[in-house]
C-alpha cells in the first residue's frame, strides 16, 4: 500500500515557475514508477510525466517538455514536478500517481494522491 500527498499548488500568473511535491508513505515507494497527470474542467484526466524507479528514465508529455521536470528523491519518499513558463493552459488540478510499470496512462496506476490545484492566470 501506498499513499500519496501532493501539495505545491497555488494561483500564479503566466511565465511564473511552481514545484509541486509528491510525499509518500511505504518503504516499497523506490521500487515504483511515479508519475504525474492533470485534469481540468470538463476534461479528462492527462498524463504530464513519469519517472522510473531509479530516476534514470523521464517521459514527458510533448506539450510540457523544456518546461516541465519530473524527479525524484527516494531518501525522501518525494517526487517533484518542477513547473516553469507556465500557462493558462497548465491550469489543472495536478495528481501523483504510482505504479509498477510503464506510467503513460491513468489505468497504469495503482494508487493515487488527492491533488492540488494550480491556477495559471494571463
Known amino acids: 500500500q501506498v499513499q500519496l500527498v501532493e501539495s505545491g499548488g497555488g494561483l500564479v500568473q503566466a511565465g511564473d515557475s511552481l514545484r509541486l511535491s509528491c510525499a509518500a508513505s511505504g518503504r516499497t515507494f523506490s521500487s515504483y514508477t511515479m508519475g504525474w497527470f492533470r485534469q481540468a474542467p470538463g476534461k479528462e484526466r492527462e498524463f504530464v510525466a513519469a519517472?522510473?524507479?531509479?530516476?534514470?528514465?523521464?517521459y514527458h508529455l510533448d506539450s510540457v517538455k523544456g518546461r516541465f521536470t519530473i524527479s525524484r528523491d527516494n531518501a525522501k519518499n518525494t517526487v517533484y514536478l518542477q513547473m516553469n513558463t507556465l500557462k493558462p493552459e497548465d491550469t489543472a488540478v495536478y495528481y501523483c500517481?504510482?505504479?509498477?510499470?510503464?506510467?503513460?496512462?491513468?489505468?497504469?496506476?495503482?494508487?493515487w494522491g488527492q491533488g492540488t490545484q494550480v491556477t495559471v492566470s494571463s
Open positions: 500517481a504510482a505504479g509498477r510499470w510503464v506510467i503513460r496512462s491513468p489505468r497504469d496506476c495503482d494508487y
Open positions: 519517472i522510473g524507479w531509479n530516476g534514470g528514465i523521464t
